[in-house]
T-cell receptor, first 115, second 113 residues
């Protein structure tokens, strides 16, 4: 069964610093991978998704992620953190044979941004 | 265009009761999925409905059920509530195809006392 592991439940950065949130996946078939963001008291918003078209995926709000099959990783990065990036981030993989509709989520990483 | 709406936003119930949560998808969307979010188990898929039929199902006990109406609105029901059912229940809608993006609502916060 597909699964994802997010390393680090909390990541702290200073405003303007590089953001790196780690995600490793386990899948027996080429996966569809996603990054979502959740702000307090809100639902999830899709940042970006990997569907095998390109290994470097650019998303909204300046985020991007690179699919590395050899490392089974799909880490999320942003060159310069902004205070508004403080939120919880979830990596997800779609369950085999369900397209994008049945997502298996990681445990989440809370990003803290200090001035 | 209005987003996914969920009602109620907050709910308090006691053990043994049952509860019904409602989700109205984005206009034109025909697929609705439900997820449970808890601090201990994280985000877990409950089920997905498309055209009034359950298309995908997660690993939850039969106390958790759902349905979808002809206007694509969906409800989920939890019977015989347990303390562990306390969670944020998220609904997501998508157009129709299996490869359409899901858009999430703000969730219903259920507290079981």
């Amino acid at each position: 069964a597909q699964s994802v592991t997010q390393l680090g439940s909390h990541v702290s950065v200073s405003e303007g610093a590089l953001v790196l949130l780690r995600c490793n996946y386990s899948s027996s078939v080429p996966p569809y991978l996603f990054w979502y963001v959740q702000y307090p008291n809100q639902g999830l918003q899709l940042l970006l998704k990997y569907t095998s078209a390109a290994t470097l995926v650019k998303g909204i709000n300046g985020f991007e992620a690179e699919f590395k099959k050899s490392e089974t990783s799909f880490h999320l990065t942003k060159p310069s953190a902004h205070m508004s990036d403080a939120a919880e981030y979830f990596c997800a993989v779609s369950d085999q044979g369900t397209g994008f509709q049945k997502l298996v989520f990681g445990t989440g990483t809370r990003l803290l941004v200090s001035p | 265009k209005a987003g996914v709406t969920q009602t109620p936003r907050y709910l308090i119930k006691t053990r043994g009761q049952q509860v019904t949560l409602s989700c109205s998808p984005i206009s034109g969307h025909r697929s609705v999925s439900w997820y449970q979010q808890t601090p201990g188990q994280g985000l877990q898929f409950l089920f997905e409905y498309f055209s009034e039929t359950q298309r995908n199902k997660g690993n939850f006990p039969g106390r958790f059920s759902g349905r979808q109406f002809s206007n694509s609105r969906s409800e989920m029901n939890v019977s015989t509530l347990e303390l562990g059912d306390s969670a944020l229940y998220l609904c997501a809608s998508s157009l129709a195809g299996e490869f359409d993006e899901q858009f999430f609502g703000p969730g219903t916060r259920l507290t079981v006392l």
